[in-house]
Protein backbone atom coordinates (compact mmCIF):
# COMPACT_ATOMS: atom_id res chain seq x y z
CA UNK A 1 0.00 0.00 0.00
CA UNK A 2 1.45 3.53 -1.16
CA UNK A 3 2.14 5.06 1.98
CA UNK A 4 -0.14 8.83 2.12
CA UNK A 5 1.64 12.00 1.35
CA UNK A 6 2.51 14.12 4.62
CA UNK A 7 -0.41 16.79 5.43
CA UNK A 8 0.22 20.21 5.41
CA UNK A 9 -0.45 20.33 8.53
CA UNK A 10 -1.41 18.58 11.82
CA UNK A 11 -3.48 20.90 14.44
CA UNK A 12 -3.39 18.98 17.81
CA UNK A 13 -6.55 20.17 20.19
CA UNK A 14 -10.04 20.47 18.91
CA UNK A 15 -10.49 23.39 21.85
CA UNK A 16 -10.66 27.32 20.25
CA UNK A 17 -7.05 27.33 19.38
CA UNK A 18 -6.71 24.73 17.44
CA UNK A 19 -10.28 25.30 15.77
CA UNK A 20 -9.28 28.60 15.08
CA UNK A 21 -5.68 27.60 13.13
CA UNK A 22 -7.45 24.91 11.20
CA UNK A 23 -10.59 27.62 9.64
CA UNK A 24 -7.21 29.52 8.47
CA UNK A 25 -6.22 26.81 7.04
CA UNK A 26 -9.09 25.08 5.58
CA UNK A 27 -8.02 25.47 1.78
CA UNK A 28 -4.91 23.51 2.86
CA UNK A 29 -4.66 19.69 3.78
CA UNK A 30 -5.40 19.96 7.60
CA UNK A 31 -6.24 17.19 9.93
CA UNK A 32 -7.21 17.96 13.61
CA UNK A 33 -6.96 15.44 16.33
CA UNK A 34 -8.81 16.14 19.35
CA UNK A 35 -7.99 13.86 22.54
CA UNK A 36 -11.94 14.23 23.57
CA UNK A 37 -15.24 13.06 21.95
CA UNK A 38 -16.17 16.75 21.47
CA UNK A 39 -14.68 19.75 20.10
CA UNK A 40 -14.33 22.91 21.89
CA UNK A 41 -12.53 21.97 25.11
CA UNK A 42 -13.44 24.73 27.51
CA UNK A 43 -15.90 26.05 25.43
CA UNK A 44 -19.18 23.82 26.00
CA UNK A 45 -22.63 25.02 25.85
CA UNK A 46 -25.95 22.70 25.13
CA UNK A 47 -29.03 23.65 23.29
CA UNK A 48 -31.86 24.06 25.13
CA UNK A 49 -34.46 25.83 22.94
CA UNK A 50 -34.91 28.72 23.08
CA UNK A 51 -32.15 28.93 25.74
CA UNK A 52 -28.86 26.53 26.21
CA UNK A 53 -27.04 25.15 29.41
CA UNK A 54 -23.31 26.69 29.49
CA UNK A 55 -20.33 25.53 31.54
CA UNK A 56 -17.27 27.35 29.89
CA UNK A 57 -16.40 30.47 28.02
CA UNK A 58 -19.36 33.05 27.70
CA UNK A 59 -18.17 36.52 27.14
CA UNK A 60 -15.85 36.91 24.35
CA UNK A 61 -14.07 40.40 22.21
CA UNK A 62 -16.50 41.52 20.20
CA UNK A 63 -16.03 43.40 16.76
CA UNK A 64 -12.11 44.24 15.46
CA UNK A 65 -11.00 41.66 17.77
CA UNK A 66 -9.26 38.15 16.83
CA UNK A 67 -12.55 36.77 17.77
CA UNK A 68 -14.86 39.34 15.78
CA UNK A 69 -13.05 38.09 12.63
CA UNK A 70 -13.84 34.75 13.41
CA UNK A 71 -17.42 35.08 14.39
CA UNK A 72 -17.88 36.97 11.38
CA UNK A 73 -16.64 34.55 9.27
CA UNK A 74 -18.14 31.53 10.34
CA UNK A 75 -21.50 33.14 10.60
CA UNK A 76 -22.15 33.27 14.54
CA UNK A 77 -23.56 36.44 16.07
CA UNK A 78 -21.70 37.99 18.73
CA UNK A 79 -24.35 40.20 21.06
CA UNK A 80 -22.78 42.72 23.59
CA UNK A 81 -24.21 41.57 27.15
CA UNK A 82 -27.13 44.02 27.56
CA UNK A 83 -27.72 43.22 31.44
CA UNK A 84 -25.58 44.57 34.65
CA UNK A 85 -22.01 42.99 34.53
CA UNK A 86 -20.81 44.56 37.95
CA UNK A 87 -23.58 43.07 40.42
CA UNK A 88 -22.60 42.04 43.97
CA UNK A 89 -24.79 39.72 46.81
CA UNK A 90 -23.41 40.03 50.24
CA UNK A 91 -25.17 39.11 53.41
CA UNK A 92 -28.39 38.78 51.63
CA UNK A 93 -27.90 42.27 50.17
CA UNK A 94 -27.97 42.89 46.12
CA UNK A 95 -26.10 45.29 44.46
CA UNK A 96 -27.35 45.72 40.47
CA UNK A 97 -26.93 49.35 39.85
CA UNK A 98 -24.90 52.36 40.09
CA UNK A 99 -21.51 52.94 40.46
CA UNK A 100 -19.19 50.14 41.25
CA UNK A 101 -16.93 52.81 43.71
CA UNK A 102 -19.81 53.69 45.46
CA UNK A 103 -21.23 49.82 46.50
CA UNK A 104 -19.01 50.12 50.07
CA UNK A 105 -21.45 52.75 51.26
CA UNK A 106 -24.25 50.53 50.42
CA UNK A 107 -23.24 47.46 51.33
CA UNK A 108 -23.44 46.01 55.04
CA UNK A 109 -20.26 46.30 56.71
CA UNK A 110 -17.93 47.63 59.52
CA UNK A 111 -16.43 51.29 59.29
CA UNK A 112 -12.73 49.61 59.06
CA UNK A 113 -14.01 47.48 56.24
CA UNK A 114 -15.72 50.33 54.24
CA UNK A 115 -12.55 52.62 54.78
CA UNK A 116 -10.47 50.06 53.46
CA UNK A 117 -13.11 49.57 50.69
CA UNK A 118 -12.50 52.84 49.68
CA UNK A 119 -9.06 53.00 49.63
CA UNK A 120 -8.11 50.44 47.85
CA UNK A 121 -11.01 50.43 45.62
CA UNK A 122 -9.38 54.23 44.74
CA UNK A 123 -6.35 52.46 43.81
CA UNK A 124 -7.42 49.70 41.96
CA UNK A 125 -8.91 52.44 39.57
CA UNK A 126 -5.95 53.55 38.77
CA UNK A 127 -3.97 50.55 38.23
CA UNK A 128 -7.03 49.04 35.90
CA UNK A 129 -6.60 52.15 33.96
CA UNK A 130 -3.24 51.49 33.88
CA UNK A 131 -3.62 47.77 32.17
CA UNK A 132 -6.41 49.05 30.16
CA UNK A 133 -4.12 51.53 27.97
CA UNK A 134 -1.48 48.90 28.25
CA UNK A 135 -3.71 46.03 27.05
CA UNK A 136 -4.46 48.43 23.72
CA UNK A 137 -2.87 47.59 20.83
CA UNK A 138 -0.40 50.51 19.06
CA UNK A 139 -0.19 50.92 15.35
CA UNK A 140 1.90 48.66 13.57
CA UNK A 141 2.50 46.33 16.76
CA UNK A 142 1.89 42.60 16.68
CA UNK A 143 -0.13 40.91 18.74
CA UNK A 144 2.92 39.51 20.76
CA UNK A 145 4.15 42.76 20.98
CA UNK A 146 0.79 43.50 22.78
CA UNK A 147 0.93 40.71 25.42
CA UNK A 148 4.57 40.79 26.06
CA UNK A 149 3.57 44.77 27.38
CA UNK A 150 0.63 43.11 29.01
CA UNK A 151 2.25 40.67 30.67
CA UNK A 152 5.21 42.66 32.08
CA UNK A 153 2.72 44.95 33.85
CA UNK A 154 2.68 44.61 37.70
CA UNK A 155 4.44 41.29 37.07
CA UNK A 156 6.99 41.85 40.29
CA UNK A 157 5.02 41.35 43.41
CA UNK A 158 1.63 39.47 43.54
CA UNK A 159 -1.89 40.91 43.85
CA UNK A 160 -2.30 40.49 47.70
CA UNK A 161 1.15 42.10 47.91
CA UNK A 162 0.11 45.31 46.06
CA UNK A 163 -3.44 45.40 48.10
CA UNK A 164 -1.62 44.93 51.52
CA UNK A 165 -4.05 42.96 54.10
CA UNK A 166 -7.72 44.19 54.14
CA UNK A 167 -10.10 43.26 56.76
CA UNK A 168 -13.08 40.57 56.57
CA UNK A 169 -15.45 41.39 54.08
CA UNK A 170 -12.93 43.97 52.26
CA UNK A 171 -10.55 41.01 51.35
CA UNK A 172 -13.90 38.42 50.35
CA UNK A 173 -14.78 41.32 48.27
CA UNK A 174 -11.58 41.32 46.15
CA UNK A 175 -10.95 38.24 46.79
CA UNK A 176 -14.53 36.90 44.82
CA UNK A 177 -13.39 38.84 41.07
CA UNK A 178 -9.37 37.88 41.33
CA UNK A 179 -10.64 34.52 41.65
CA UNK A 180 -12.28 34.05 38.44
CA UNK A 181 -8.87 33.75 37.51
CA UNK A 182 -8.49 30.46 39.35
CA UNK A 183 -5.79 31.60 42.05
CA UNK A 184 -6.15 33.60 44.94
CA UNK A 185 -4.71 37.22 45.41
CA UNK A 186 -1.52 35.49 46.98
CA UNK A 187 -0.78 33.43 43.58
CA UNK A 188 -1.85 35.83 40.72
CA UNK A 189 0.77 39.14 39.82
CA UNK A 190 -0.61 42.02 40.62
CA UNK A 191 -0.75 43.29 36.94
CA UNK A 192 -3.04 40.75 35.98
CA UNK A 193 -5.37 41.17 39.23
CA UNK A 194 -5.49 44.69 38.19
CA UNK A 195 -7.01 43.75 34.40
CA UNK A 196 -9.54 41.43 35.95
CA UNK A 197 -11.21 44.59 37.39
CA UNK A 198 -10.44 46.22 34.49
CA UNK A 199 -12.63 43.41 32.64
CA UNK A 200 -15.06 43.37 35.08
CA UNK A 201 -15.45 47.43 34.98
CA UNK A 202 -15.01 48.28 31.38
CA UNK A 203 -18.53 47.08 30.42
CA UNK A 204 -18.36 46.92 26.29
CA UNK A 205 -14.77 46.68 26.25
CA UNK A 206 -12.69 43.54 26.57
CA UNK A 207 -14.76 40.15 27.19
CA UNK A 208 -18.00 41.38 26.91
CA UNK A 209 -20.56 39.39 24.12
CA UNK A 210 -22.42 37.12 24.10
CA UNK A 211 -22.91 33.79 21.22
CA UNK A 212 -26.33 33.83 20.81
CA UNK A 213 -27.34 30.29 20.75
CA UNK A 214 -24.49 29.04 23.06
CA UNK A 215 -21.10 29.30 22.34
CA UNK A 216 -20.62 25.74 21.05
CA UNK A 217 -22.28 27.52 17.87
CA UNK A 218 -18.85 28.84 17.02
CA UNK A 219 -16.97 25.53 17.70
CA UNK A 220 -19.34 22.87 16.00
CA UNK A 221 -19.42 25.72 13.24
CA UNK A 222 -15.91 25.58 12.42
CA UNK A 223 -15.42 22.07 12.76
CA UNK A 224 -18.32 21.24 10.12
CA UNK A 225 -17.08 23.88 7.83
CA UNK A 226 -13.62 22.07 7.90
CA UNK A 227 -13.42 19.99 4.73
CA UNK A 228 -11.23 17.52 6.35
CA UNK A 229 -13.51 17.42 9.69
CA UNK A 230 -12.48 16.69 13.05
CA UNK A 231 -11.27 13.52 14.36
CA UNK A 232 -12.44 13.10 17.74
CA UNK A 233 -11.27 10.45 20.28
CA UNK A 234 -7.46 10.85 19.32
CA UNK A 235 -5.12 11.24 21.35
CA UNK A 236 -1.81 12.58 20.57
CA UNK A 237 0.55 10.41 22.59
CA UNK A 238 4.54 12.25 20.09
CA UNK A 239 5.37 14.69 18.38
CA UNK A 240 8.62 13.83 16.80
CA UNK A 241 10.96 15.01 14.30
CA UNK A 242 11.25 12.65 10.51
CA UNK A 243 13.84 14.77 8.99
CA UNK A 244 12.29 18.09 7.66
CA UNK A 245 8.54 16.74 8.27
CA UNK A 246 6.78 15.87 11.64
CA UNK A 247 5.54 12.42 12.85
CA UNK A 248 2.68 12.75 15.08
CA UNK A 249 1.32 9.54 16.75
CA UNK A 250 -2.19 8.95 18.53
CA UNK A 251 -4.18 6.24 19.46
CA UNK A 252 -7.67 6.20 18.27
CA UNK A 253 -10.52 3.36 19.00
CA UNK A 254 -7.54 0.89 20.69
CA UNK A 255 -5.17 1.53 17.64
CA UNK A 256 -1.79 3.30 17.33
CA UNK A 257 -1.96 5.52 14.71
CA UNK A 258 0.79 8.01 12.78
CA UNK A 259 0.78 11.01 10.19
CA UNK A 260 3.61 12.54 9.01
CA UNK A 261 3.17 16.74 8.61
CA UNK A 262 4.78 19.51 7.07
CA UNK A 263 3.16 21.87 10.12
CA UNK A 264 2.19 20.48 13.53
CA UNK A 265 0.16 23.34 15.62
CA UNK A 266 -0.21 21.81 19.60
CA UNK A 267 -3.17 23.72 20.88
CA UNK A 268 -3.32 21.68 23.49
CA UNK A 269 -2.63 23.22 27.87
CA UNK A 270 0.83 24.20 28.25
CA UNK A 271 1.51 21.11 30.76
CA UNK A 272 0.35 18.38 27.63
CA UNK A 273 2.27 20.31 25.06
CA UNK A 274 5.32 19.94 27.39
CA UNK A 275 4.86 16.14 27.66
CA UNK A 276 3.56 15.36 23.91
CA UNK A 277 6.58 17.55 21.92
CA UNK A 278 9.63 15.88 21.71
CA UNK A 279 13.06 17.44 21.09
CA UNK A 280 11.59 21.19 22.41
CA UNK A 281 14.39 23.79 23.52
CA UNK A 282 15.20 23.27 26.81
CA UNK A 283 13.50 27.03 28.04
CA UNK A 284 10.59 26.36 25.82
CA UNK A 285 9.70 23.28 27.72
CA UNK A 286 10.38 24.83 30.97
CA UNK A 287 8.10 27.79 30.48
CA UNK A 288 5.33 25.57 29.16
CA UNK A 289 6.27 23.60 32.62
CA UNK A 290 6.20 26.65 34.56
CA UNK A 291 2.13 27.89 33.40
CA UNK A 292 0.37 27.15 36.98
CA UNK A 293 -3.43 26.21 36.34
CA UNK A 294 -6.16 26.49 38.91
CA UNK A 295 -9.25 24.59 39.76
CA UNK A 296 -12.82 25.05 38.94
CA UNK A 297 -16.12 23.25 39.80
CA UNK A 298 -19.35 24.97 37.45
CA UNK A 299 -22.57 24.15 37.03
CA UNK A 300 -24.91 25.00 34.46
CA UNK A 301 -28.54 24.91 35.47
CA UNK A 302 -32.01 25.49 33.85
CA UNK A 303 -35.00 26.78 35.51
CA UNK A 304 -38.63 26.40 34.33
CA UNK A 305 -40.03 29.62 35.88
CA UNK A 306 -43.51 31.10 34.01
CA UNK A 307 -42.96 34.80 34.13
CA UNK A 308 -40.13 37.82 34.84
CA UNK A 309 -37.50 36.75 37.51
CA UNK A 310 -35.43 39.48 39.73
CA UNK A 311 -32.28 38.50 37.81
CA UNK A 312 -34.23 39.08 34.48
CA UNK A 313 -31.74 42.50 33.88
CA UNK A 314 -28.43 40.75 35.40
CA UNK A 315 -25.45 39.24 33.54
CA UNK A 316 -23.04 38.72 36.40
CA UNK A 317 -23.45 38.34 39.99
CA UNK A 318 -20.68 38.01 42.16
CA UNK A 319 -21.53 36.49 45.62
CA UNK A 320 -18.26 36.04 47.95
CA UNK A 321 -19.44 34.00 51.07
CA UNK A 322 -21.61 31.42 49.24
CA UNK A 323 -20.41 27.97 47.27
CA UNK A 324 -19.87 29.74 44.40
CA UNK A 325 -18.21 33.07 43.89
CA UNK A 326 -20.28 34.27 40.74
CA UNK A 327 -23.46 33.65 39.29
CA UNK A 328 -24.54 33.86 35.64
CA UNK A 329 -27.76 34.69 33.89
CA UNK A 330 -26.98 32.85 30.44
CA UNK A 331 -30.72 33.81 29.22
CA UNK A 332 -29.80 37.53 29.58
CA UNK A 333 -29.15 38.21 25.87
CA UNK A 334 -32.21 37.47 25.12
CA UNK A 335 -34.20 39.65 26.91
CA UNK A 336 -34.41 42.47 25.37
CA UNK A 337 -34.98 40.69 22.31
CA UNK A 338 -38.33 38.97 22.61
CA UNK A 339 -41.23 40.83 23.45
CA UNK A 340 -42.80 38.76 25.65
CA UNK A 341 -40.71 36.71 28.21
CA UNK A 342 -40.37 33.25 27.22
CA UNK A 343 -40.93 30.63 29.94
CA UNK A 344 -37.90 29.39 31.85
CA UNK A 345 -34.16 30.05 31.93
CA UNK A 346 -30.25 29.41 32.19
CA UNK A 347 -28.27 29.92 35.05
CA UNK A 348 -24.47 29.08 35.60
CA UNK A 349 -22.65 29.20 38.94
CA UNK A 350 -18.73 28.34 39.33
CA UNK A 351 -16.28 28.55 42.21
CA UNK A 352 -12.62 28.66 41.47
CA UNK A 353 -9.48 28.85 43.87
CA UNK A 354 -8.86 27.36 46.81
CA UNK A 355 -12.72 27.15 47.72
CA UNK A 356 -12.52 24.67 44.70
CA UNK A 357 -9.97 22.38 46.13
CA UNK A 358 -12.33 21.35 48.93
CA UNK A 359 -15.41 21.34 46.96
CA UNK A 360 -13.58 18.76 44.46
CA UNK A 361 -13.46 16.69 47.62
CA UNK A 362 -17.05 16.38 47.86
CA UNK A 363 -19.58 14.23 45.88
CA UNK A 364 -21.55 16.21 42.70
CA UNK A 365 -24.90 15.39 44.80
CA UNK A 366 -23.16 17.48 47.99
CA UNK A 367 -21.84 19.92 45.25
CA UNK A 368 -25.20 20.24 43.42
CA UNK A 369 -27.25 21.01 46.81
CA UNK A 370 -25.05 23.65 48.52
CA UNK A 371 -24.96 25.70 44.61
CA UNK A 372 -28.54 24.91 44.58
CA UNK A 373 -29.15 25.78 48.39
CA UNK A 374 -27.12 29.36 48.25
CA UNK A 375 -28.96 30.06 45.03
CA UNK A 376 -32.20 29.70 46.87
CA UNK A 377 -31.31 32.05 49.64
CA UNK A 378 -29.97 34.53 47.28
CA UNK A 379 -33.04 34.26 45.27
CA UNK A 380 -35.94 32.63 46.90
CA UNK A 381 -37.38 32.62 43.16
CA UNK A 382 -35.91 29.49 42.76
CA UNK A 383 -36.67 27.26 44.81
CA UNK A 384 -38.61 24.43 42.88
CA UNK A 385 -37.31 25.72 39.30
CA UNK A 386 -34.22 23.84 38.79
CA UNK A 387 -35.19 21.42 36.29
CA UNK A 388 -31.95 20.22 35.04
CA UNK A 389 -27.98 20.56 35.97
CA UNK A 390 -24.77 19.89 34.31
CA UNK A 391 -21.66 19.91 36.27
CA UNK A 392 -18.19 19.86 35.46
CA UNK A 393 -14.95 19.55 37.67
CA UNK A 394 -12.13 20.75 36.30
CA UNK A 395 -8.65 20.30 38.50
CA UNK A 396 -6.50 21.79 35.80
CA UNK A 397 -8.82 24.77 34.66
CA UNK A 398 -7.27 28.02 33.71
CA UNK A 399 -3.89 29.26 33.32
CA UNK A 400 -3.16 31.97 35.38
CA UNK A 401 -0.12 35.01 35.49
CA UNK A 402 2.11 34.55 38.58
CA UNK A 403 5.02 37.18 39.29
CA UNK A 404 7.81 36.62 37.04
CA UNK A 405 5.52 35.29 34.04
CA UNK A 406 6.53 37.70 31.58
CA UNK A 407 10.57 35.93 31.98
CA UNK A 408 8.54 32.92 30.06
CA UNK A 409 7.18 34.70 26.87
CA UNK A 410 9.83 34.72 24.95
CA UNK A 411 10.52 30.99 25.26
CA UNK A 412 6.55 30.52 24.00
CA UNK A 413 6.10 32.96 21.71
CA UNK A 414 10.24 32.15 19.99
CA UNK A 415 9.73 29.91 16.58
CA UNK A 416 10.04 26.66 16.91
CA UNK A 417 10.41 25.81 13.10
CA UNK A 418 7.41 23.69 12.23
CA UNK A 419 6.07 23.36 15.14
CA UNK A 420 3.96 25.81 16.72
CA UNK A 421 2.12 26.19 19.74
CA UNK A 422 -1.16 28.45 20.44
CA UNK A 423 -3.44 28.54 23.24
CA UNK A 424 -4.94 30.77 26.21
CA UNK A 425 -1.69 30.30 28.45
CA UNK A 426 0.47 32.36 25.89
CA UNK A 427 -1.42 35.41 27.42
CA UNK A 428 -3.66 36.80 29.80
CA UNK A 429 -7.38 37.47 27.25
CA UNK A 430 -8.53 33.63 27.66
CA UNK A 431 -10.60 32.85 24.49
CA UNK A 432 -9.07 35.96 22.61
CA UNK A 433 -5.64 35.05 22.97
CA UNK A 434 -6.28 31.32 22.34
CA UNK A 435 -7.95 32.29 19.17
CA UNK A 436 -5.60 35.41 18.25
CA UNK A 437 -2.37 32.91 18.98
CA UNK A 438 -4.49 30.05 16.57
CA UNK A 439 -4.64 32.45 13.74
CA UNK A 440 -1.04 33.33 13.68
CA UNK A 441 0.28 29.91 14.02
CA UNK A 442 -2.09 29.55 10.62
CA UNK A 443 -0.22 32.71 8.95
CA UNK A 444 3.12 31.01 9.82
CA UNK A 445 2.11 27.95 7.98
CA UNK A 446 0.88 29.49 4.81
CA UNK A 447 3.71 32.21 4.94
CA UNK A 448 6.26 29.00 4.95
CA UNK A 449 3.92 26.60 2.65
CA UNK A 450 3.98 30.03 -0.24
CA UNK A 451 8.20 30.33 0.47
CA UNK A 452 10.20 29.81 -1.95
CA UNK A 453 11.83 26.92 -0.77
CA UNK A 454 8.36 25.06 -1.03
CA UNK A 455 7.50 26.48 -4.36
CA UNK A 456 10.73 25.28 -5.90
CA UNK A 457 9.79 21.78 -4.37
CA UNK A 458 6.09 21.91 -6.15
CA UNK A 459 7.93 23.03 -9.30
CA UNK A 460 10.36 20.64 -9.51
C1 LIG B 1 -16.48 27.67 33.29
C2 LIG B 1 -15.57 28.45 32.38
C3 LIG B 1 -15.84 29.79 32.11
C4 LIG B 1 -14.99 30.51 31.28
N1 LIG B 1 -15.33 31.78 30.94
C5 LIG B 1 -14.63 32.43 29.99
C6 LIG B 1 -15.14 33.63 29.42
O1 LIG B 1 -16.25 34.05 29.74
N2 LIG B 1 -14.38 34.25 28.47
C7 LIG B 1 -13.19 33.74 28.05
O2 LIG B 1 -12.56 34.34 27.17
N3 LIG B 1 -12.71 32.58 28.55
C8 LIG B 1 -13.41 31.91 29.49
N4 LIG B 1 -12.99 30.69 29.93
C9 LIG B 1 -11.67 30.21 29.48
C10 LIG B 1 -11.74 29.71 28.04
O3 LIG B 1 -12.69 28.69 27.97
C11 LIG B 1 -10.36 29.20 27.63
O4 LIG B 1 -9.40 30.22 27.82
C12 LIG B 1 -10.29 28.79 26.15
O5 LIG B 1 -11.45 28.08 25.76
C13 LIG B 1 -9.04 27.96 25.94
O6 LIG B 1 -8.98 27.48 24.62
P1 LIG B 1 -7.77 26.57 24.13
O7 LIG B 1 -8.08 26.15 22.75
O8 LIG B 1 -6.50 27.31 24.40
O9 LIG B 1 -7.73 25.32 25.12
P2 LIG B 1 -8.79 24.15 25.33
O10 LIG B 1 -10.17 24.64 25.18
O11 LIG B 1 -8.44 23.50 26.63
O12 LIG B 1 -8.49 23.15 24.15
C14 LIG B 1 -7.44 22.21 24.16
C15 LIG B 1 -7.94 20.95 23.49
O13 LIG B 1 -6.85 20.05 23.34
C16 LIG B 1 -7.34 18.75 23.59
N5 LIG B 1 -6.18 17.89 23.92
C17 LIG B 1 -5.43 17.91 25.04
N6 LIG B 1 -4.44 16.99 24.96
C18 LIG B 1 -4.57 16.40 23.75
C19 LIG B 1 -3.85 15.37 23.08
N7 LIG B 1 -2.80 14.78 23.65
N8 LIG B 1 -4.27 14.98 21.84
C20 LIG B 1 -5.34 15.58 21.24
N9 LIG B 1 -6.06 16.55 21.84
C21 LIG B 1 -5.67 16.97 23.08
C22 LIG B 1 -8.31 18.93 24.73
O14 LIG B 1 -9.21 17.84 24.86
C23 LIG B 1 -9.00 20.23 24.33
O15 LIG B 1 -10.15 20.00 23.53
C24 LIG B 1 -13.82 29.92 30.73
C25 LIG B 1 -13.56 28.56 31.00
C26 LIG B 1 -14.44 27.83 31.78
C27 LIG B 1 -14.19 26.35 31.99
Not at 75 to 90: D, F, H, I, M, S
Not at 140 to 153: I, N
Not at 184 to 191: A, K, R, Y
Not at 327 to 339: D, G, H, Q, S, Y
Request: aromatic share 6%.
Amino acid sequence: MRARSPRDAVVVGGGIAGLAAAWDLRSRDVLVLEASDRVGGRIRSEARDPYWLNVGAHVFSGPGSATGRLADEVGVRLEPVPGKLVALELGGTILLGGRPELYPFRLPLKTSERLALVHAGARLRLAARRYEKLATSRPGESPAETRARVLSYGDDRTFAEWLGALPGDADALFRATVTRSTAEPEEISFGHGAGYFALVWSAGKGLSHNILGGASLLVDGIASALPGGVETGAEVRRVSRADDLLRVSYTREGAEREVLARHVVVATKAFDAARIVEDLPGETRTALDGIPYGPTVVMGMLTGERGPMPWDDLYALATPKRSFSMLFNMANVLRPKTRERRDGGSLMVYRSGHAAHDLLERSDAEIERAFVDDLEAIYPETRGIVCETLLLRLPRMLPYVAPGRAALQPALERSLGNVHLAGDYIGGVYTETAISTGQQAAAAIVASLNGPTSQARSEA
